[in-house]
């Protein structure tokens, strides 16, 4: 019912920068919160920046400074500005949103499908 499509990561060297965006689409009703996660393999998924409706955007400390957050509510798009990236960042990025749809008017947490971000020389 809810689509989450992520575009924009890509390999870059350290230092540099790079946007992802995430938009959702499908039987929406509302948005709560959205967000990005990374994984890397053998590691759990962390949280690397979150931004609740009307609310103010919490980070991950070791992108603070460095990473920013924000929404199009208009477009149910979230972004993540990514600067000064270090290998360290080099992840597969998720976007993630509490969604309530149309049909049960419940909230639930949605995924998509991830987008590689490598940093490298």
């Known amino acids: 019912q809810v689509q989450l499509v992520e575009s924009g990561g890509g390999l870059v060297q350290p230092g540099g920068s790079l946007t992802l965006s995430c938009a959702a689409s499908g039987n929406i009703f509302s948005i709560s919160a959205m967000g990005w996660y990374r994984q890397t393999p053998g590691k759990q998924r962390e949280l690397v920046a979150r931004?609740?409706?009307?609310?103010?955007?919490n980070y991950a400390d070791s992108v603070k400074g460095r990473f920013t957050i924000s929404r199009d509510y208009a477009k149910n798009t979230v972004y993540l500005q990514m600067n000064s990236l270090k290998p360290e960042d080099t992840a597969v990025y998720h976007c993630?949103?509490?969604?309530?749809?149309?049909?049960?008017?419940?909230?639930?947490?949605?995924w998509g499908q991830g987008t590689q971000v490598t940093v490298s020389p």
């Open positions: 993630n949103a509490i969604v309530t749809v149309q049909t049960t008017y419940t909230p639930d947490n949605y």
């Open positions: 931004i609740p409706e009307g609310g103010s955007a």
